[in-house]
Nanobody, 118 residues
Framework: QVHLVESGGGLVQPGGSLRLSCAAS????????MGWYRQAPGKQRESVAT???????NYADSVKGRFTISRDTANNTVYLELNSPKPDDTAVYYC????????????WGQGTQVTVSS
């Protein structure tokens, strides 16, 4: 079993900055990728950013140039830096880790609320 603990959510003003952290622990055999998803009220959950074991990053078009995903491989920790957030970025942010070999498993964190408001 893999356990993910997120931190860093809260209230941020438009144009400000916020950093989310997520530490993975447990039976982590082979990390394929780590990432962040979000879900706003009344909307479907969507991918925000992912980072592969090789360090390749992918971003949703809506956050490109504003959000940055990074990781601490040694500690199985992933970060998401939100720069110049907008009210539309308000959502519950979920951390994910995908592990495995032939069969892959994705684990989810419990979510952390990010509210962008003045």
């Amino acid at each position: 079993q893999v356990h993910l603990v997120e931190s860093g959510g809260g209230l941020v003003q438009p144009g400000g900055s916020l950093r989310l952290s997520c530490a993975a622990s447990g039976r982590i055999f082979r990390v394929i990728a780590m990432g962040w998803y979000r879900q706003a009220p009344g909307k479907q959950r969507e991918s925000v950013a992912t980072i592969s074991s090789g360090g390749i990053t992918n971003y949703a078009d809506s956050v490109k140039g504003r959000f940055t995903i990074s990781r601490d491989t040694a500690n199985n920790t992933v970060y998401l830096e939100l720069n110049s957030p907008k009210p539309d970025d308000t959502a519950v942010y979920y951390c994910t880790v995908t592990v495995g070999g032939g069969t892959q498993y994705r684990y989810w964190g419990q979510g952390t609320q990010v509210t962008v408001s003045s």
